[in-house]
């Protein structure tokens, strides 16, 4: 490493593709953000139907529902917001996005585009995506062995 009083640098490398990992673990975050913006829509959305069956008043139901669907709403802005960063897509896009995230179905039509060019990112960067486990690079195919 050291030749006299100068560092030789000569062996050390970058990482070229760190810009395409980073946006895909952007792009993996926001899908898993918004998996769970789903998921607690739809228990708000449950929670709001067993609230208007039950007699009387359902007042700590009834807030537990809104609160879950606030947080939904945060959680599904936020993770749009991280997939279509990643996706370098312009920034008037990305408030549509975000904004559209308020529309009930404008907001599945939306989740899905990102899902499906956020996945597509992901594949090109060498990344094997699930909503349960972190990203991990996908296999190779090396030498093979057949025995005889």
Do not use: E
Request: net charge positive; with cysteine; hydrophobic share 55%.
């Amino acid at each position: 490493m050291f030749r006299g009083n100068k560092m030789d640098f000569s062996n050390i490398s970058f990482n070229k593709d760190h810009k395409i990992q980073a946006a895909a673990k952007d792009a993996a975050t926001g899908l898993k953000l918004i998996a769970l913006a789903a998921s607690a829509s739809l228990v708000a959305a449950c929670l709001a139907i067993i609230a208007s069956l039950l007699p009387g008043q359902a007042t700590m139901l009834t807030l537990i529902g809104i609160a879950l669907g606030l947080f939904a709403f945060c959680t599904g802005a936020y993770g749009a917001y991280l997939a279509a960063h990643a996706l370098d897509w312009p920034a008037f896009v990305i408030v549509a996005i975000v904004l559209g995230a308020l529309i009930p179905y404008l907001k599945g039509i939306c989740f899905m585009v990102l899902a499906v060019f956020s996945i597509d990112l992901i594949r090109k960067a060498g990344y094997v995506f699930s909503f349960f486990a972190p990203l991990r690079k996908r296999a190779t195919a090396g030498p093979t062995f057949h025995p005889q």
